[in-house]
């Protein structure tokens, strides 16, 4: 007795992740999470959204290196189940945002003065840009070692100006660093 099982459905997509489901990313290496609801034996990948790989035996987990350049990149996913039907038709797409580029900044202290009778100070000017305009932290310290023992470092902060910042006691040069972070 022989059985055909007659199968003309493409296997459904559950949804594609890249990093656990990350918006931003500084690394071209990511790992692509991709869940098809169905029977899915075989499944190929476009790292950089056009080109797919060949298809290769179903696993919920492939690691892309992304186009080169910061940017929005998008990851499509394909899946083939037993019978050979592909859902070519509703791939998967995922997009990243891939950040290698760190934000700069400016600022200076009471207005650029350079001198002071007081420790107490204005962090003023304080500006910062990011090459993809992403929102934009910063941290302030009285070491470059952010996070040294013996060294005063605010938390992660907005930006803001002016900001009001105690010196470092005693007469002589005093040093402020500032640290600015974006949405990578």
Avoid at 98 to 116: E, H, K, R, V, W
Wanted: charged share 15%; proline share 2%; net charge negative.
């Amino acid at each position: 007795m022989a059985i055909d099982y007659v199968d003309s459905v493409a296997p459904v997509i559950s949804y594609v992740r890249i990093n656990g489901g990350e918006v931003y990313t500084r690394s071209e290496n990511v790992s692509v999470e991709v869940v098809s609801v169905g029977e899915a034996i075989e499944m190929r990948v476009a790292c950089d959204g056009v080109n797919y790989s060949s298809w290769v035996s179903y696993n919920s987990t492939y690691n892309c290196v992304l186009t080169t350049g910061d940017g929005v990149k998008t990851v499509r996913g394909e899946f083939r189940d037993m019978a050979g039907n592909e859902n070519a038709s509703a791939c998967a797409n995922v997009d990243i945002t891939l950040d290698m580029t760190a934000p700069t900044g400016n600022f200076s202290i009471n207005n650029g003065s350079q001198y002071t009778s007081s420790t107490s100070v204005s962090l003023t000017n304080i500006s910062a840009s990011d090459n993809l305009g992403g929102a934009i932290q910063m941290r302030i310290s009285n070491c470059f070692d952010f996070g040294s023992s013996g060294c005063s470092t605010t938390s992660w902060l907005n930006v803001t100006t002016p900001y009001a910042w105690t010196l470092v006691g005693g007469d002589g040069t005093k040093y402020v660093y500032i640290q600015f972070r974006d949405n990578a």
